[in-house]
């Protein structure tokens, strides 16, 4: 089929230094950048693929060059919306090729191809543009026009990231803008109920599904895709508990789904009516109630919480599709939403988390309670705890 | 015919431990027979017939001529169809050893083609202590059809066994023979 | 029998009830009949297939009866039910070897730390033992508590035991129920067995990451004092370890292991050295190399004394399984026993494990000075005069040959002084030297091997116990909705039908296709010898974490226990199941949802069978390699013809799935390739994602295409709805079942065969 193999199985493989033909981006080099842009269909000319500048054949061995990597896409479901979510698919399908590794996304990309592919044939980018094109349009039908440009020119990679940039900040400011509110729909996900039978996670503008691989985007997009499938369009209703952010139609849709196990979601809190868990989540929110507050865990944190127990222990309270009050399961970037756990307090009932996961969302802590909230480095166990909070004059 | 109970096969492993054994086919004229008189027979194509050489030739070019003999289906298990595809053949059936077998004791089974179970199963190539595990099934659970070893290492629980033929050469010349008098019987009605 | 009030008392009080981690589920110390009806719903699917090794049976006086055709023994019993007698006979004995070490290492433990010696299986560990769990419903706290696991294995194999005598059960299934039963049992004595070794020893635990460790018949350093202890039972291995620590002898005296024996000392002391497995016993043997052989149990050749006296070797038996007709030394004076060791050639039996290592470590000290000639192996020249006589002609050799080896060529081209054929023969060889037995001219065909055995040395990883409650959590989503394509264990014996290191071939082909793999035993030995362009074996190149693409030694034979309880992990950990006495539900969790496969690639014990026979019981299917067919019995469907009708969790209604998953519970393979396959397809689950089932079936087809060379022929079979065809794919899968007529099949995330049987547990447990 392809002068190099390509599937799942290639996702992951490392490229050391020594090893590559080519590198394109990466550390070492400042031009570089994947962008894909829906177009109308007049726009697109289908299965065009172009290469501006050197190829891979063109260049000696070991070489480190710019690349802009310019997707364009035209379909009647697609819109604008979807692009992100489309770019997002550059990694994986690169991934996919035998010997090349893909790491990065939008303006931060570096890739490898291994002398051992250049070896078997892959000597152009020509090549890779094929490849894309057919797992793009074989796994996304939506998808009815793409063409793909390698622009390898240093001259126009520089004029193209400019525009890229643009593209890219015109898109953080809508989804930061985001709201629950601004949208009318939300999108549910069921693929985990093969091991959690009655749990639905309902994904909103703001609140990233807990095992952090679909967002409101994405679930945009699979609804698109697959209407069949394990995600779904939730029609949000009216907002029964402003305070508590709990949708008529949204608890209606959950209440079937589960199997009437569970009739209510408060979408934004952890102590009243919380959001359900399967297991997969990316790190779990849990009330010490010697503290009055929350602690967050994270799955790679290893030993024990605060409250003497490691992240297994505490998983075992949250799964399983139950609803459990003061425990909740989240995607990571949900400790970035605007909406955290806003009904019993946001970041203001947080006492304390791993110290790398705080620095990770340290822009989305006010300022002013950065340093108050404990992490494993300041205290041990949850009197330590209490008396820090009560230092810092939380308590 | 009276059942012989034949002495040692090649392979000690394989030494009958039992009251019914093989009949010798020693004439490559009487193989032919027996073969042309089946009315559904099937071609069981082990992993060996791949690269044993008998003569010029490989095992499978020998396997392929009887079987073509008479458009005898092929069931070609483990990867032998690999090898088969670059001869430009395509097998009726890929099950597995174990699992030809397994259907083939269904008496109720329609075939690799849906024609109907076979009335008399050939192997060949299947790696030898397997295939007389194989053969020993058949011999018990599928009273329904007749089996036969085309193999010169011998095999006592198939119902027709070549003899241990130890010099390739002669080997080579029975499956010559074989294949010229195949296709000369008329099959019964 | 119906247990009785008391009975029941009896049981409650052995699982402690009063302690309420989970309620007790239906079957807690389930007796022989108590899952039959899982048993016989697993059967109706997966029929036993029978292979008869023999057509008579001449078990008793009344025999030998003839069993061909419609005939019946003397008892009544026919040719089928037969093979399934036989068939629980072996289980029997596998479970026996694995509940006797089990016993015998509690009770050790026992004396030396105390019946309340607390299990802690490092923070990693909180499950500690689902498979007691779930079989008896008791959590082991203590030492105490794996003897009362033990203790259930040996109550129930006396009424095992009994079943096979003449005139007991007349009915092939029933037999076979009982053979699951003493599988599960042998599960239940490996977990107790390894817990007691890894809290009682302190091998590794919750730790991924363990020492490589050096493997390989050259690896052993022929300059030192070398004793090596050959079986399953690492106790007097261990024992000699601390003899050399307390005497400050480390470094001067070289201790390596053959079999399992190898596997749980290096998990005690990363110094000792790994020869190989059981195929490797003969050969090692005889190169002289070892000043004091110990035997301890279990796949152990019965002539070593004979080949101990030949290379003027020493011989300490000490386990009560293997006396050998040896001297019982255990109550004599420790320097007496040296003397008769060393002074007189004695061999002894010696049942005290200390006295047993002081022994083996002195007198290997006082006999390698002496026997430096004897370490010597075969040169070029002395081999090629060893093989004169040779013709190449009888083939007696060949004929007699457990592996069908054409060893007349190599012996005869070893006489002309080429050496390749001779090699090539090492590495399918598997050491039972019925060759040299049956050789017309004497001539000692295992030791020419010496000149031509591959004699590089290789990095094992040494065995790391139980799969991590993290791990399980981080794997469990994936593996279910299928994403991790599947669990592999490739467990068992080195009676491989080719060369040994396929098994490195197939771990490597699953763990680049992001299979999760895991060995044990001799099959994790074999596993290590192949090496990459780089010098790398397969534990150097791939992660030792439970995750894709990485591989696992979780010890010897007795570390399977933690492969299957990773799959009861998943269903209790990960889908919140409760286990608690609960073995129909987890196991239809487990057949239904969690894509394991085990595989034996070179079977030949009775404890193999065991475990695979339970595994089986557990819904796990198991692909053997060819030696497997003389088991005599596997476990076929019918594929696509049978009926793969199962219940909808979500809406109790049966559903015909049309989908043969998995496909055959215990199935042989002739060739690596086709196992490959095999392997593949005996992963997909029925409740797999259609991401996930685009990802099994990517490798199906990518695996397929390599080895076959076309798409794979049943794959219409395994295609529920398009969103199942990988997009690498698409277009030639799509244009394929236009071509053949498929139609889409129903696609269900809650299958459960619970409800389509007789039994005690709810549908609706099954969605808790």
Same mark, same amino acid.
């Given at each position: 089929?392809?002068?190099?193999?390509?599937?799942?199985?290639?996702?992951?493989?490392?490229?050391?230094?020594?090893?590559?033909?080519?590198?394109?981006?990466?550390?070492?080099?400042?031009?570089?950048?994947?962008?894909?842009?829906?177009?109308?269909?007049?726009?697109?000319?289908?299965?065009?693929?172009?290469?501006?500048?050197?190829?891979?054949?063109?260049?000696?061995?070991?070489?480190?060059?710019?690349?802009?990597?310019?997707?364009?896409?035209?379909?009647?479901?697609?819109?604008?919306?979807?692009?992100?979510?489309?770019?997002?698919?550059?990694?994986?399908?690169?991934?996919?090729?035998?010997?090349?590794?893909?790491?990065?996304?939008?303006?931060?990309?570096?890739?490898?191809?291994?002398?051992?592919?250049?070896?078997?044939?892959?000597?152009?980018?020509?090549?890779?543009?094929?490849?894309?094109?057919?797992?793009?349009?074989?796994?996304?039908?939506?998808?009815?026009?793409?063409?793909?440009?390698?622009?390898?020119?240093?001259?126009?990679?520089?004029?193209?990231?400019?525009?890229?940039?643009?593209?890219?900040?015109?898109?953080?400011?809508?989804?930061?803008?985001?709201?629950?509110?601004?949208?009318?729909?939300?999108?549910?996900?069921?693929?985990?109920?093969?091991?959690?039978?009655?749990?639905?996670?309902?994904?909103?503008?703001?609140?990233? &599904?807990?095992?952090?691989? #679909?967002?409101?985007? %994405? *679930?945009?997009?699979? /609804?698109?895709? !697959?209407?069949? =499938?394990?995600?779904?369009?939730?029609?949000?209703?009216?907002?029964?508990?402003?305070?508590?952010?709990?949708?008529?139609?949204?608890?209606?849709?959950?209440?079937?789904?589960?199997?009437?196990?569970?009739?209510?979601?408060?979408?934004?809190?952890?102590?009243?009516?919380?959001?359900?868990?399967?297991?997969?989540?990316? &790190?779990?929110?849990?009330? #010490?109630?010697?503290? %009055? *507050?929350?602690?967050? /865990?994270?799955? !790679?944190?290893? =030993?024990?919480?605060?409250?003497?127990?490691?992240?297994?222990?505490?998983?075992?309270?949250?799964?399983?599709?139950?609803?459990?009050?003061?425990?909740?399961?989240?995607?990571?970037?949900?400790?970035?939403?605007?909406?955290?756990?806003?009904?019993?307090?946001?970041?203001?009932?947080?006492?304390?988390?791993?110290?790398?996961?705080?620095?990770?969302?340290?822009?989305?802590?006010?300022?002013?309670?950065?340093?108050?909230?404990?992490?494993?480095?300041?205290?041990?166990?949850?009197?330590?705890?209490?008396?820090?909070?009560?230092?810092?004059?939380?308590? | 015919?009276?059942?012989?109970?034949?002495?040692?096969?090649?392979?000690?492993?394989?030494?009958?431990?039992?009251?019914?054994?093989?009949?010798?086919?020693?004439?490559?004229?009487?193989?032919?027979?027996?073969?042309?008189?089946?009315?559904?027979?099937?071609?069981?194509?082990?992993?060996?017939?791949?690269?044993?050489?008998?003569?010029?030739?490989?095992?499978?070019?020998?396997?392929?001529?009887?079987?073509?003999?008479?458009?005898?289906?092929?069931?070609?298990?483990?990867?032998?169809?690999?090898?088969?595809?670059?001869?430009?053949?395509?097998?009726?059936?890929?099950?597995?050893?174990?699992?030809?077998?397994?259907?083939?004791?269904?008496?109720?089974?329609?075939?690799?083609?849906?024609?109907?179970?076979?009335?008399?199963?050939?192997?060949?190539?299947?790696?030898?202590?397997?295939?007389?595990?194989?053969?020993?099934?058949?011999?018990?659970?599928?009273?329904?059809?007749?089996?036969?070893?085309?193999?010169?290492?011998?095999?006592?629980?198939?119902?027709?066994?070549?003899?241990?033929?130890?010099?390739?050469?002669?080997?080579?010349?029975?499956?010559?023979?074989?294949?010229?008098?195949?296709?000369?019987?008329?099959?019964?009605? | 029998?119906?247990?009785?009030?008391?009975?029941?008392?009896?049981?409650?009080?052995?699982?402690?009830?009063?302690?309420?981690?989970?309620?007790?589920?239906?079957?807690?110390?389930?007796?022989?009949?108590?899952?039959?009806?899982?048993?016989?719903?697993?059967?109706?699917?997966?029929?036993?297939?029978?292979?008869?090794?023999?057509?008579?049976?001449?078990?008793?006086?009344?025999?030998?009866?003839?069993?061909?055709?419609?005939?019946?023994?003397?008892?009544?019993?026919?040719?089928?039910?037969?093979?399934?007698?036989?068939?629980?006979?072996?289980?029997?004995?596998?479970?026996?070897?694995?509940?006797?070490?089990?016993?015998?290492?509690?009770?050790?433990?026992?004396?030396?730390?105390?019946?309340?010696?607390?299990?802690?299986?490092?923070?990693?560990?909180?499950?500690?033992?689902?498979?007691?769990?779930?079989?008896?419903?008791?959590?082991?706290?203590?030492?105490?508590?794996?003897?009362?696991?033990?203790?259930?294995?040996?109550?129930?194999?006396?009424?095992?035991?009994?079943?096979?005598?003449?005139?007991?059960?007349?009915?092939?299934?029933?037999?076979?129920?009982?053979?699951?039963?003493?599988?599960?049992?042998?599960?239940?004595?490996?977990?107790?067995?390894?817990?007691?070794?890894?809290?009682?020893?302190?091998?590794?635990?919750?730790?991924?990451?363990?020492?490589?460790?050096?493997?390989?018949?050259?690896?052993?350093?022929?300059?030192?004092?070398?004793?090596?202890?050959?079986?399953?039972?690492?106790?007097?291995?261990?024992?000699?370890?601390?003899?050399?620590?307390?005497?400050?002898?480390?470094?001067?005296?070289?201790?390596?292991?053959?079999?399992?024996?190898?596997?749980?000392?290096?998990?005690?002391?990363?110094?000792?050295?790994?020869?190989?497995?059981?195929?490797?016993?003969?050969?090692?043997?005889?190169?002289?190399?070892?000043?004091?052989?110990?035997?301890?149990?279990?796949?152990?050749?019965?002539?070593?004394?004979?080949?101990?006296?030949?290379?003027?070797?020493?011989?300490?038996?000490?386990?009560?399984?293997?006396?050998?007709?040896?001297?019982?030394?255990?109550?004599?004076?420790?320097?007496?026993?040296?003397?008769?060791?060393?002074?007189?050639?004695?061999?002894?039996?010696?049942?005290?494990?200390?006295?047993?290592?002081?022994?083996?470590?002195?007198?290997?000290?006082?006999?390698?000075?002496?026997?430096?000639?004897?370490?010597?192996?075969?040169?070029?020249?002395?081999?090629?005069?060893?093989?004169?006589?040779?013709?190449?002609?009888?083939?007696?050799?060949?004929?007699?040959?457990?592996?069908?080896?054409?060893?007349?060529?190599?012996?005869?081209?070893?006489?002309?002084?080429?050496?390749?054929?001779?090699?090539?023969?090492?590495?399918?060889?598997?050491?039972?030297?019925?060759?040299?037995?049956?050789?017309?001219?004497?001539?000692?065909?295992?030791?020419?091997?010496?000149?031509?055995?591959?004699?590089?040395?290789?990095?094992?990883?040494?065995?790391?116990?139980?799969?991590?409650?993290?791990?399980?959590?981080?794997?469990?989503?994936?593996?279910?909705?299928?994403?991790?394509?599947?669990?592999?264990?490739?467990?068992?014996?080195?009676?491989?039908?080719?060369?040994?290191?396929?098994?490195?071939?197939?771990?490597?082909?699953?763990?680049?296709?992001?299979?999760?793999?895991?060995?044990?035993?001799?099959?994790?030995?074999?596993?290590?010898?192949?090496?990459?362009?780089?010098?790398?074996?397969?534990?150097?190149?791939?992660?030792?974490?439970?995750?894709?693409?990485?591989?696992?030694?979780?010890?010897?034979?007795?570390?399977?226990?933690?492969?299957?309880?990773?799959?009861?992990?998943?269903?209790?950990?990960?889908?919140?199941?409760?286990?608690?006495?609960?073995?129909?539900?987890?196991?239809?969790?487990?057949?239904?949802?969690?894509?394991?496969?085990?595989?034996?690639?070179?079977?030949?014990?009775?404890?193999?069978?065991?475990?695979?026979?339970?595994?089986?019981?557990?819904?796990?299917?198991?692909?053997?390699?060819?030696?497997?067919?003389?088991?005599?019995?596997?476990?076929?469907?019918?594929?696509?013809?049978?009926?793969?009708?199962?219940?909808?969790?979500?809406?109790?209604?049966?559903?015909?799935?049309?989908?043969?998953?998995?496909?055959?519970?215990?199935?042989?393979?002739?060739?690596?390739?086709?196992?490959?396959?095999?392997?593949?397809?005996?992963?997909?689950?029925?409740?797999?994602?259609?991401?996930?089932?685009?990802?099994?079936?990517?490798?199906?087809?990518?695996?397929?295409?390599?080895?076959?060379?076309?798409?794979?022929?049943?794959?219409?079979?395994?295609?529920?709805?398009?969103?199942?065809?990988?997009?690498?794919?698409?277009?030639?899968?799509?244009?394929?079942?236009?071509?053949?007529?498929?139609?889409?099949?129903?696609?269900?995330?809650?299958?459960?065969?619970?409800?389509?049987?007789?039994?005690?547990?709810?549908?609706?447990?099954?969605?808790?």
């Amino acid at each position: 089929m392809y002068v190099i193999d390509v599937g799942p199985q290639y996702e992951g493989e490392r490229v050391r230094k020594g090893e590559f033909q080519v590198e394109y981006g990466g550390p070492d080099v400042g031009q570089k950048a994947e962008l894909v842009l829906v177009k109308e269909m007049d726009e697109v000319e289908h299965d065009k693929i172009t290469i501006t500048g050197m190829d891979i054949k063109d260049l000696p061995e070991g070489s480190t060059v710019p690349l802009f990597i310019k997707v364009d896409v035209a379909g009647e479901l697609l819109e604008r919306d979807l692009e992100a979510v489309l770019e997002r698919r550059i990694h994986q399908y690169i991934n996919y090729i035998e010997g090349i590794f893909h790491m990065g996304q939008r303006n931060e990309i570096w890739i490898r191809i291994h002398k051992n592919s250049f070896n078997k044939g892959l000597d152009s980018l020509e090549h890779i543009g094929r490849i894309l094109i057919d797992l793009y349009t074989a796994e996304l039908p939506v998808i009815e026009k793409m063409s793909v440009e390698f622009i390898t020119d240093p001259a126009k990679v520089e004029e193209l990231l400019t525009v890229a940039l643009t593209v890219y900040k015109e898109r953080d400011d809508k989804v930061k803008g985001l709201r629950d509110e601004d949208v009318e729909e939300f999108y549910g996900c069921v693929l985990c109920q093969s091991f959690a039978p009655t749990h639905v996670c309902v994904i909103t503008a703001e609140r990233v &599904a807990l095992c952090g691989a #679909i967002n409101w985007f %994405d *679930g945009r997009a699979a /609804v698109k895709v !697959d209407p069949e =499938g394990a995600q779904f369009a939730i029609p949000k209703g009216n907002l029964i508990d402003p305070e508590y952010y709990s949708y008529d139609t949204v608890n209606q849709i959950v209440a079937e789904r589960s199997m009437g196990e569970v009739t209510r979601f408060n979408l934004h809190s952890a102590l009243s009516y919380p959001h359900t868990s399967c297991g997969c989540f990316e &790190a779990i929110v849990f009330y #010490i109630p010697e503290a %009055d *507050g929350f602690g967050i /865990v994270n799955r !790679d944190f290893v =030993g024990s919480t605060v409250i003497d127990e490691p992240f297994s222990t505490l998983a075992g309270m949250a799964s399983g599709g139950k609803q459990n009050e003061g425990y909740l399961g989240v995607g990571v970037q949900y400790l970035m939403s605007p909406k955290f756990l806003i009904s019993d307090g946001g970041y203001n009932r947080v006492a304390w988390m791993p110290s790398v996961l705080k620095e990770m969302v340290k822009e989305n802590i006010p300022e002013d309670l950065f340093d108050k909230i404990a992490t494993e480095k300041d205290v041990q166990n949850v009197d330590e705890l209490a008396a820090f909070m009560q230092n810092a004059g939380r308590l | 015919m009276a059942t012989e109970i034949m002495t040692h096969p090649y392979y000690k492993v394989n030494v009958l431990t039992g009251s019914k054994g093989a009949r010798i086919i020693t004439e490559p004229e009487e193989a032919a027979r027996i073969i042309d008189k089946a009315k559904t027979p099937l071609y069981v194509f082990g992993a060996e017939v791949i690269d044993t050489p008998v003569g010029d030739k490989l095992l499978i070019d020998y396997a392929l001529q009887i079987a073509q003999s008479r458009d005898i289906p092929i069931c070609a298990t483990a990867h032998v169809k690999r090898k088969m595809l670059e001869l430009q053949v395509t097998p009726d059936s890929v099950y597995d050893i174990i699992e030809i077998v397994h259907f083939l004791k269904d008496k109720d089974w329609t075939g690799v083609r849906g024609q109907g179970q076979h009335d008399l199963v050939l192997f060949t190539g299947v790696r030898c202590d397997l295939a007389e595990r194989g053969l020993a099934t058949l011999k018990h659970f599928a009273p329904h059809l007749k089996t036969f070893a085309i193999c010169r290492r011998s095999h006592p629980n198939a119902d027709y066994a070549v003899p241990i033929i130890a010099k390739g050469g002669k080997w080579q010349e029975y499956l010559a023979a074989l294949v010229k008098t195949l296709g000369t019987v008329t099959p019964a009605a | 029998m119906r247990k009785g009030k008391m009975k029941e008392e009896e049981i409650k009080k052995t699982i402690k009830t009063e302690d309420g981690w989970e309620p007790v589920g239906p079957t807690p110390m389930p007796s022989l009949t108590d899952l039959r009806n899982w048993d016989f719903r697993l059967l109706q699917t997966y029929e036993p297939f029978y292979a008869p090794f023999c057509d008579l049976c001449c078990l008793c006086t009344f025999g030998k009866c003839d069993l061909t055709e419609d005939r019946k023994g003397a008892c009544g019993i026919d040719i089928a039910t037969q093979q399934a007698r036989w068939i629980l006979i072996c289980c029997l004995m596998g479970t026996a070897a694995h509940g006797a070490h089990g016993r015998h290492m509690i009770d050790y433990l026992i004396e030396k730390h105390g019946e309340d010696f607390k299990i802690d299986l490092g923070s990693q560990v909180n499950v500690e033992a689902p498979i007691i769990r779930t079989v008896l419903g008791l959590k082991p706290e203590t030492l105490g508590d794996l003897k009362k696991a033990i203790a259930y294995v040996e109550d129930e194999m006396i009424h095992l035991v009994s079943a096979t005598h003449m005139g007991q059960e007349g009915n092939y299934k029933d037999f076979e129920s009982k053979a699951f039963h003493a599988g599960m049992l042998d599960h239940v004595a490996l977990e107790a067995a390894d817990i007691a070794q890894i809290v009682g020893f302190g091998y590794p635990t919750s730790v991924a990451d363990t020492p490589l460790v050096d493997l390989g018949w050259s690896s052993v350093n022929q300059e030192k004092p070398t004793i090596v202890v050959v079986g399953h039972n690492a106790l007097v291995a261990n024992s000699i370890v601390d003899y050399l620590r307390q005497n400050g002898l480390n470094d001067q005296v070289e201790l390596a292991g053959l079999c399992c024996t190898a596997l749980d000392m290096t998990r005690y002391d990363k110094g000792a050295k790994v020869i190989g497995p059981l195929s490797r016993q003969r050969f090692f043997l005889k190169t002289g190399y070892a000043d004091v052989i110990v035997t301890d149990e279990q796949c152990v050749v019965t002539d070593i004394p004979q080949m101990a006296k030949d290379a003027g070797a020493a011989l300490v038996a000490v386990s009560d399984k293997i006396c050998y007709g040896l001297p019982n030394c255990s109550e004599k004076d420790v320097d007496q026993v040296f003397k008769m060791v060393v002074d007189e050639e004695q061999q002894v039996l010696i049942l005290d494990a200390d006295k047993a290592a002081e022994i083996a470590v002195r007198a290997a000290m006082a006999l390698a000075p002496k026997r430096r000639e004897l370490k010597k192996i075969l040169t070029k020249e002395e081999a090629t005069k060893l093989a004169a006589k040779c013709r190449g002609t009888c083939e007696a050799c060949n004929r007699a040959c457990a592996n069908l080896l054409p060893i007349n060529n190599a012996v005869f081209k070893t006489a002309q002084g080429d050496f390749t054929d001779l090699g090539k023969l090492f590495l399918r060889c598997i050491g039972c030297a019925k060759c040299e037995e049956a050789c017309v001219n004497g001539i000692p065909i295992l030791k020419l091997m010496q000149t031509a055995a591959d004699g590089d040395t290789y990095k094992i990883r040494t065995g790391r116990g139980p799969i991590h409650d993290v791990e399980i959590r981080k794997v469990g989503s994936p593996i279910v909705l299928g994403t991790i394509p599947g669990v592999v264990l490739f467990a068992g014996c080195s009676n491989f039908p080719q060369d040994i290191y396929d098994v490195a071939w197939l771990a490597e082909e699953l763990a680049r296709r992001k299979y999760i793999v895991c060995l044990s035993g001799c099959s994790a030995m074999a596993a290590a010898m192949s090496k990459d362009e780089e010098g790398r074996t397969i534990y150097e190149k791939f992660p030792p974490e439970f995750d894709a693409g990485c591989i696992v030694n979780v010890g010897s034979c007795v570390s399977n226990a933690h492969v299957v309880g990773a799959a009861i992990k998943i269903a209790n950990i990960f889908a919140t199941l409760p286990n608690r006495a609960n073995f129909e539900l987890i196991s239809d969790y487990i057949l239904n949802r969690v894509g394991a496969c085990g595989v034996v690639w070179g079977p030949y014990s009775q404890k193999a069978l065991a475990i695979g026979t339970g595994a089986v019981r557990w819904g796990i299917p198991v692909v053997l390699g060819p030696h497997g067919s003389k088991y005599r019995r596997l476990f076929m469907s019918k594929k696509e013809l049978d009926d793969w009708t199962v219940i909808n969790g979500r809406t109790a209604e049966l559903v015909d799935t049309k989908e043969p998953t998995p496909e055959h519970m215990m199935v042989v393979t002739e060739t690596k390739e086709r196992a490959l396959i095999t392997i593949i397809k005996q992963c997909f689950r029925r409740n797999d994602t259609p991401p996930g089932r685009g990802i099994k079936l990517n490798s199906y087809i990518s695996a397929y295409k390599q080895l076959i060379g076309t798409l794979p022929d049943d794959l219409q079979n395994f295609v529920r709805t398009e969103k199942d065809i990988p997009i690498v794919y698409k277009r030639e899968v799509i244009s394929y079942l236009k071509e053949i007529g498929w139609q889409p099949k129903p696609v269900l995330s809650l299958p459960t065969i619970i409800g389509t049987y007789d039994t005690k547990v709810p549908i609706e447990a099954t969605i808790k």
